[in-house]
């Protein structure tokens, strides 16, 4: 990935949701679905806050209208300011 955030901002993709269980059962498109606002961190800016407090491959929540998406060869990614971040999932 190249792309590198500034400031107080993180880079996070989506997260998979898991199409088939740890028994092999084939999950439906419907029971698969992730919360949208769910993500995985993949870098982290360089400022105070962000750098204290998220680490790449924490999975956060953030705010529906707090991202901005770009693409960096096939992959989607989105950059989050660090105040639209709501959460850290343990």
């Given at each position: 990935?190249?792309?590198?955030?500034?400031?107080?901002?993180?880079?996070?993709?989506?997260?998979?949701?898991?199409?088939?269980?740890?028994?092999?059962?084939?999950?439906?498109?419907?029971?698969?679905k992730?919360?949208?606002?769910?993500?995985?961190?993949?870098?982290?800016?360089?400022?105070?806050?962000?750098?204290?407090?998220?680490?790449?491959?924490?999975?956060?929540?953030?705010?529906?209208?707090?991202?901005?998406k770009?693409?960096?060869?096939?992959?989607?990614?989105?950059?989050?300011?660090?105040?639209?971040?709501?959460?850290?999932?343990?």
């Open positions: 990935m190249s792309i590198k955030p500034i400031g107080e901002r993180v880079v996070v993709k989506a997260i998979k949701a898991e199409e088939k269980t740890s028994g092999g059962i084939i999950l439906t498109a419907s029971s698969t992730v919360n949208p606002n769910t993500v995985e961190v993949v870098a982290v800016g360089l400022g105070e806050k962000v750098a204290k407090e998220i680490k790449i491959g924490d999975k956060i929540i953030y705010t529906g209208y707090g991202a901005t770009v693409h960096d060869g096939n992959e989607e990614f989105m950059i989050i300011d660090f105040e639209n971040i709501l959460g850290i999932i343990d």
